[in-house]
């Protein structure tokens, strides 16, 4: 079976095309740097994503901070995870980088803050 994609592992943005049989990638095509074979295989046989997101504080001048998983997660656990967050509400303060939720949804990943909160 053949796939298209369009490779976003650099800003040249290649049309990609893969040759894919018994759910194994056989022949990537179309990359003009090694980005594009690994980017294919990788979303053909394991798609991942980063979730980016907001949550809510208590006591904070803001009432959310932004917040994204600190490395990739199974696409199939995306929508899992946000609506995992629906109740979720942190104190104030929050610096970047702080652990918001540990290893979300069994992930292995953390939820992080991406930006600063005082206390009101």
Do not use: F, H, W
């Not at 003009?32 to 809510?56: D, F, Q």
């Not at 504080?57 to 929508?79: Q, Y």
């Amino acid at each position: 079976m053949e796939r298209k994609l369009i490779c976003i592992g650099c800003p040249l943005g290649c049309e990609l095309t893969a040759q894919v049989e018994g759910g194994e990638v056989r022949e990537v095509t179309g990359n003009t740097c090694p980005n594009g074979e690994r980017y294919a295989r990788k979303e053909l046989t394991n798609p991942t994503r980063i979730l980016t997101t907001t949550v809510r504080v208590r006591g904070g001048t803001l009432p959310v901070v932004s917040v994204k998983t600190a490395g990739d997660i199974p696409k199939g656990k995306l929508l899992a995870c946000a609506a995992a967050l629906k109740d979720v509400e942190i104190p104030a303060p929050m610096a970047p980088g702080q652990v918001v939720v540990p290893d979300i949804l069994g992930t292995g990943v953390d939820l992080v803050a991406t930006k600063s909160v005082e206390r009101a």
